[in-house]
Nanobody, 124 residues
Framework: VQLQASGGGLVQTGGSLRLSCAASGRKISDYVMGWFRQAPGKKREFVAAVSKTGSTRSADFVQGRFTISKDYAKNTVYLQMNTLKPEDTAAYYC???????????????????WGQGTQVTVSS
């Protein structure tokens, strides 16, 4: 599967953005899909993921501000981000686990297909 992330940009504190991850080659229903982020000088970290059946998991720092969802018709996974903070500034990446896997994971090593990053910058 090929993944293309988009939707990043510059937003003020408290603002919102919706990131998109368009998949091609295979259907997103075949995969556990996740979002990760990486700030300069820091390790890439888990943000949220959605299973094949639609169950979701988010990192503790999300605190209900972000929502991951899927649109099967568009073969796209979204990350709706609200109440953004300066510490959310990072490059955001979408990823997919191997198609045989059904369990959500939070480590980068568990995901084998990655899109390019889309930059999110939150100004104070």
């Amino acid at each position: 599967v090929q993944l293309q992330a988009s939707g990043g940009g510059l937003v003020q504190t408290g603002g919102s953005l919706r990131l998109s991850c368009a998949a091609s080659g295979r259907k997103i229903s075949d995969y556990v899909m996740g979002w990760f982020r990486q700030a300069p000088g820091k390790k890439r970290e888990f943000v949220a993921a959605v299973s094949k059946t639609g169950s979701t998991r988010s990192a503790d720092f999300v605190q209900g501000r972000f929502t991951i969802s899927k649109d099967y018709a568009k073969n796209t996974v979204y990350l709706q981000m609200n109440t953004l903070k300066p510490e959310d500034t990072a490059a955001y990446y979408c990823a997919a686990r191997p198609p045989a896997i059904t369990v959500i994971a939070t480590t980068t090593q568990a995901y084998t297909s990655w899109g390019q990053g889309t930059q999110v910058t939150v100004s104070s």
